[in-house]
């Protein structure tokens, strides 16, 4: 089965760039036709997708969050990564990755724990 694990700051500044890390393990980002997803839940708010890079390092990102996003891949390691520019304290969120088996379906079989970040000064 598929794991996936966030990683990165718990906090960050307003501002600043926050970069986050999603492991793979038992499953190739890379395998046809997997898509790998970053999505957010602010608190006492429902999820957010944020955009995601797929099998062949296609990208798409949320048109609201468009601007400020980018995600990447590093296929040696078996991760992808996402920056997020210029946060501000509405940025606070709990952050998942998660696998999207078809693309466009908003399906995630599989997600990582979660991680709590805060944007605070």
């Known amino acids: 089965q598929v794991q996936l694990q966030e990683s990165g700051p718990d906090l960050v500044k307003p501002s600043q760039t926050l970069s986050l890390t999603c492991t793979v393990s038992g499953g190739s980002i890379t395998a046809n036709y997997y898509y790998w997803n970053w999505i957010r839940q602010p608190p006492g708010k429902g999820l957010e997708w944020i955009g995601y890079?797929?099998?062949?390092?296609?990208?798409h990102y949320n048109p609201s969050l468009k601007s400020r996003i980018s995600i990447s891949r590093d296929t040696s390691n078996n991760q992808f990564s996402l920056h997020l520019n210029s946060v501000i304290p509405e940025d606070t969120a709990v952050y998942y990755c998660?696998?999207?088996?078809?693309?466009?379906?908003?399906?995630?079989?599989?997600w990582g724990q979660g991680t709590q970040v805060t944007v605070s000064s």
């Open positions: 998660a696998r999207e088996e078809i693309g466009g379906t908003f399906k995630y079989g599989d």
């Open positions: 890079i797929n099998y062949s390092g296609s990208t």
